[in-house]
Structures are given as structure tokens and as C-alpha cells.
């Protein structure tokens, strides 16, 4: 968001119901965090940005089901993770337009960067959430523990499956490579 835009959303804060308004600090509070999370599974800036906003919504229209108030981060984020999940699944099932493939080539240059990306979309799901979460979003195996309702060693398992998984993938790719 653009600085004017806070300052008239802060602005707008006290006029509405104390419940809405507290909500909308948490979720600016995070803000940062779920877009950078929702890009790393979704890889277009103007995607992340939907799933942020229909996570939002989500978490609004379902703010009553959460428990623990001091969980709201773990909450959004895990329902950021099932937005993500349902656009990946979207986009299977559409057929992508020429645009759709010529508008993010010149988001990545890096060839390792998106060899990573590749080789990450090849892990297990339930492994591939824990290193994107770890490793690209400088959470802890407790915080990814209580986000997802598992004990931290089913995490740090599952962390290590999928570490040994994108070893062999990376070295069965550069095998491709050597041919």
C-alpha cells in the first residue's frame, strides 16, 4: 500500500466497529509476510495479491471459529496456504493464454533460482510447505508446528523428507543436464 492509503485507512479506523477495526491492524500487522508467502506459491505479483485479499476475507467472514486470539498469524496464514492451494489447482485445470507466459519471464533471470522453483514443485506438497515456510520465510519448525496443528517433530521430519526429495531431484536434474 502506498503511504496516503494507510494514513486514510488509519484515518478511517476509528469509525468503524471496534472488531473491524482490530482486525484490519492484524492483518496489516502481517501484511508483509502473507504477500511475500503467497508469491512464493504463486509467483505473480497481481495472484498474491488476490489471495491475500481472499484470505482476508476468509479469515473475516470465519473470525468467530478461531480459538486462541494469540494464534491470529498461525490462523491467516494457514488459510493464505489453502488460497494459494486453490489457485494452484485453478490454474491446472485452465489453459494458460500466450500473455499469461510472456508477462513473468522478466521476473526471473536467475536460472538457479528458477531451477529451485522447478525442483520445489516436484516435492511433496506437505514437505514443500515446510521448506517454503523455513527456508524462504525465516520461520521457525515451532511456528510451522503450531500453524499447522502438528508436534514440531512431524515438522522437522517433514522437513527432512523433503530436503532428502529436492536432493535427488536437484541431482537427478543434473544428470538431464550432462546429456
Known amino acids: ?3 496516503p492509503k494507510v494514513v486514510e485507512m ?17 492483518v496489516l500487522e502481517h501484511s508483509d509476510q502473507l504477500y511475500s508467502i503467497a508469491y512464493s506459491y504463486l509467483r505473480r505479483r497481481h495472484d498474491a495479491l488476490e489471495a491475500v485479499q481472499e484470505a482476508t ?11 486462541h ?15 494459494c492451494i486453490d489457485e494452484q489447482r ?10 499469461e507466459h510472456m508477462g513473468e519471464t522478466g521476473a526471473y533471470d536467475n536460472t538457479d ?3 529451485m522453483l522447478w525442483a520445489l514443485d516436484q ?10 515456510l523455513k527456508y524462504y520465510h525465516d520461520m521457525t519448525l515451532g511456528e510451522i508446528a503450531e500453524m ?5 517433530g512431524t515438522v522437522k521430519t517433514w522437513q527432512h523428507k523433503g530436503l532428502k526429495q529436492l536432493r535427488a531431484i536437484m541431482q537427478n536434474r543434473g544428470e538431464w543436464n550432462e546429456y
Open 148 to 152: 499447522f496443528g502438528k508436534p514440531e
Open 10 to 26: 488509519q484515518k478511517l479506523a476509528p469509525a468503524v466497529p471496534q472488531e473491524e477495526g482490530r482486525f484490519y491492524e492484524l
Open 90 to 99: 485453478r490454474r491446472k485445470r485452465s489453459v494458460p493464454t500466450a500473455d
Open 123 to 132: 516435492v511433496k506438497p506437505k514437505y514443500r510447505h515446510v521448506l517454503l
Open 69 to 83: 486470539p494469540q494464534a491470529f498469524k498461525s490462523w491467516l496464514i494457514r488459510i493464505l496456504i489453502y488460497v
Open 57 to 67: 476475507c476468509r479469515a473475516w467472514i470465519k473470525r468467530k471459529t478461531l480459538k
Open 1 to 3: 500500500m502506498t503511504m
Open 113 to 115: 533460482r528458477l531451477e
